[in-house]
């Protein structure tokens, strides 16, 4: 399990849900289990755990737990498949955002920077859109527009400019013939660093990561039973914007309406400041340096 992935702050997050041994509580992130098999460990016999994962790869890790379901389906879709097996209300929800460590890990799918592999970076296989595609087949307005929004590339037009460019001569198919072609743009210091925004930017684009983890923070508070708790642990600032202004407003942008006495409409609360990993753990797992959990829990129960 680990060596699939080595679960990120795993203690801080899975205490952050105030287990309830009879309670109901879902794994949006499934992975290698690491996180699941701790709530697991925390639950009663009555206790009930579903995980959400919809890479294929993940099903290796499934756990024989009559208490635990395994649903492979991306967590966008969390309300219609836990009403599918008669769950209208859970106690919390945990996520451990972004990719993991076996999707980097596996060279063929595409999503690390260390290895030659095709453009790939789908999460789902089954997805039609690839890197490929991004990379190949956007307009050059819109490739810049993905790596200036989501790469947060401030020479963003400059990179689609290049990418346009020789993609009219020869299609640009592995990760290594990506950077080839922006090596100019890549000084030795900061190689590293640019060539993760960019491959940052095309796959949030491929996925849609930050579509799906709008549609899965809308549909929180009427999933959550009364005092149900979100822990979750993001691992860049667009993930963790929406995160921290969702939980703050219940918006993604402004700010609530008030009402005639001033008082707003606000479904969560914060529970509690950011946590980051403990120097100890980065050291164990370099990958956890950039991981933020924050913690929220319904005000009261939804009435819809």
Sequence with gaps: ??????????????????????????????????????????????????????????????????????????FRYIARFLRFYGVLKVDGILGDLGVSSHQFNEAERGFSTRFDAELDMRMN????????????????????????????LRNARTLAAKISEERKVEKIVTSFRLKEVLQAFLPKAKEHKILAQIFQAVRIEVNQELEVLKEFLLQTPNLLAAKGRLSLISYHSLEDRLVKRFFKNGLFEGEPEKDFYGNTNVPLKNLGKMIVPSAEEIKANNRARSAKLRVAELKSASKK
């Design 1 to 74: 399990m680990e060596a699939y992935h080595n679960p990120v702050l795993l203690k801080e997050s899975v205490d952050a849900l105030n287990i309830n041994p009879n309670g109901v509580y879902v794994d949006v992130t499934f992975g290698g289990g690491g996180h699941s098999r701790e709530i697991l460990s925390r639950l009663g016999s009555k206790g009930r755990l579903f995980a959400f994962d919809q890479d294929p790869d993940a099903e290796i890790n499934k756990i024989e737990d009559p208490r635990f379901t395994l649903i492979q389906e991306n």
């Design 125 to 152: 296989k089954k997805n039609e859109l690839s890197a490929y595609d991004v990379v190949n087949t956007y307009s050059e307005e819109r490739l810049s527009n993905v790596l200036f929004q989501y790469g947060e």
